[in-house]
């Protein structure tokens, strides 16, 4: 583990943020501790960077919100087939989408779902979208 300090731009690292690289250490690391003087702990262990980062690149969110994406996506991944697994991210997408508080992660599940979809190369069957946004019909 090293300390770091966080320029002005990344003031507002969550704990568990992805860091690719800094300065002169080229391991990707995550934080885990947030000091007083500015400065951060970023722990190298790729176990530490899969506890945050299982599914993807969840930086942003707070620790709490990154369990709930991971949560989400550990019942989503539960199933073997692609399709049946871009239909379930769908349904926690429409689930999500309603909440005032899931913003975050309901971006963070749209981001996954893309993933998903341009890997496996399907679509979700059945999905809800904004009315005001649709166009050509």
Known sequence: MMSMPVPKRNANMQIGDLVQKAGIYT???VVT???EDGTVVIDTD???IDRYHKYGNT???TPQEKA???SIM???MESKE???RINRLQEKIDMVRTEPEGKRVFETLVNQQSILIRYAKELPRVYGYDSA???GY
Do not use: A, H, M
């Open 74 to 76: 550990d019942e989503v």
């Open 46 to 48: 790729p176990k530490q």
């Open 82 to 84: 692609d399709g049946e």
């Open 27 to 29: 391991k990707p690391g």
């Open 133 to 135: 946004q649709i166009t």
């Open 68 to 70: 709930r994406f991971n």
């Open 33 to 35: 501790e947030k000091k």
């Open 59 to 61: 930086s942003g969110l």
